[in-house]
C-alpha cells in the first residue's frame, strides 16, 4: 500500500506546484512607492509679452509634488499627484505696473510690487491602471484638476497598451481632453473706469479693445505610440499625436502696440493699443521618436528626436542626447544636451510691427522664430533593494539635476530638481 501512496502523494504535488506555477503572477506594484520632488526655477529676459514684447522677463517659481502610487491588488494600481507651485513674476506684475510704490519709476523693466507679481498653482491628478493576468493588457483613466487665480483646468484621459511577440513589442493609445476657464485679467489701463491723469501722447488715449466674451478653451488630443525591442543592445520607439484646441486662445493680459496709431505713456510705460488676439481654433501635430543604445553594462546612449507643426505656422524640431554612466552599482551620473528651434507663427509681430486693421496679431516671443540650447547634469541614486531608511520607509531613489538653458533672442533660465522615491517596507 505505501508503495501505491507514495508515487500518488509524489504526482499529487507536482500536479500542485505545477498548478502554483502556472498561475502565480508577479504583482504589478509589490508595494506602496512615494515620489517626493522639488524644483526651483529661475529665468530672465526682455521679450516680455505682458508689456508688448518689451520689458523684463524675470521670474522665480518653486514646486513641491508628492506622488503616491499604491497597489490595489496584484494587478491595479492608484497613483495620486498633488503639487503646488508658487511664482514671482516681474512682467506679470506690470499688467497693472501702478499697482504698489507710487513713488517708483513706471517702466517695462521695473517690477511692480503689488498683488499681481505673484500667484500660485495648485494641482491634483488620480490615475487607475490594470494590468491583465498575462501582463500583456494594460488599461487606465485618469482625473485631473487644476487652479490659479485667473485660470482653472478639469481633465479626463484613458489609455491602453497593448504588449505582444513575447513583449518586445508594444502598441498604445491615449486620449486626453481639458476643459479649461479664464477668468480674465486685463492690463489696467483697458479696464473699465481707467483714469490716470499722468497720460502723456497726442490727442486722446482711446485703445481699440474689445473684451472677450468667450472665456473658455477646450483641449482634445489623442496619441499613438510603437514600442520595439531592436536587439540585445538596441530599443527604438515612435510615437504620433494630434492636439486640437478651441475656444480663448489669446492671453487677456498680454498687450499689443500697433504701428499706425499714436503712442500713450505714464512715465516711460506705453499704454496698450490692444491685447494679443489669436485664432480660436488650433491643431498641433508633434511625431518622434526614441533610439537607446546600451554601448556596455556601464554607459547607455539614449536619443530623442521630434517634429512639431501646427496650423498657425509653427515647425520645430527638438532633438536631445542623454548619456547615462554608471559609476557603481548604485550611482550613475547623466549628462544632458537639448537643441530647438522654431519658425514664428503667422500672427506673430515684433513692439510696433502689428497694425491696426490685422485680425490677428501677438508680441509673445514664445510665438516668434527662435534657437534654444539647454545643457544639464544628474546625479542619480538607485537600490531597488532600499536598504537605507528614512523614517522606516526605504530609499529607493535620490535623484538631483541642475539645467541651463538660452535662447537666441535673450532669454536664459536655469532649474534644479531634487526627486526621492520611497517604498513601504514595513
Known sequence: MQKVLIPIALLFSVFIYGQ?????????????????????????????????????QELTDVT?????????????????????????????????????????????????????????????????????????????????????????????GVNYAYLFNEKNTELSISGQVYFDTWKPQYPVELRDGFFDSRVTGNGTYSPNFTAFTDKNRNTYSVSLGLSQILGKKVQGSLFADVIVQSGLLSTPFQRVYFGDVNDFFIDDFQLADDVEILPDNRVKIPIGGRLNYYVNDALVVRTYYRYYTDDWGINSNTASVELPIKLNTVFTLYPTYRFYNQTAADYFYKKEEA??????????????????????????????????????????????????????????????????????VN
Open 355 to 424: 497694425l491696426s486693421t490685422l485680425n490677428y496679431y501677438t508680441s509673445d516671443y514664445d510665438l516668434s522664430k527662435f534657437t534654444a540650447h539647454q545643457y544639464g547634469a544628474g546625479l542619480r541614486y538607485k537600490d531597488i533593494f532600499a536598504k537605507q531608511r528614512v523614517f522606516g520607509f526605504g530609499l529607493k531613489a535620490l535623484d538631483v539635476r541642475g539645467t541651463m538653458y538660452n535662447r537666441d533672442n535673450g532669454l536664459d533660465s536655469f532649474i534644479v530638481s531634487l526627486g526621492a522615491t520611497f517604498v513601504n
Open 20 to 56: 502554483e506555477e502556472a498561475t502565480y503572477t508577479k504583482r504589478v506594484l509589490e508595494d506602496t512607492e512615494v515620489d517626493l520632488l522639488f524644483s526651483y526655477y529661475d529665468q530672465d529676459g526682455k521679450n516680455a509679452a505682458v508689456t508688448g514684447g518689451e520689458g523684463t
Open 64 to 156: 513641491s509634488t508628492i506622488v503616491v502610487k499604491m497597489p490595489l491588488n496584484n494587478d491595479d494600481v492608484l497613483t495620486v499627484d498633488v503639487g503646488i507651485s508658487a511664482y514671482t513674476s516681474a512682467s506679470s506684475s506690470n499688467v497693472n505696473p501702478l499697482d504698489g510704490d507710487f513713488n517708483k519709476a513706471v517702466n517695462p523693466f521695473n517690477a511692480s510690487s503689488g498683488a499681481s507679481k505673484s500667484d500660485k498653482l495648485i494641482h491634483i491628478k488620480a490615475n487607475y491602471e490594470h494590468s491583465s493576468k498575462d501582463r500583456n493588457k494594460i488599461i487606465g483613466a485618469s482625473l485631473y484638476a487644476a487652479n490659479e487665480y485667473d485660470y482653472s483646468s478639469l481633465g479626463l
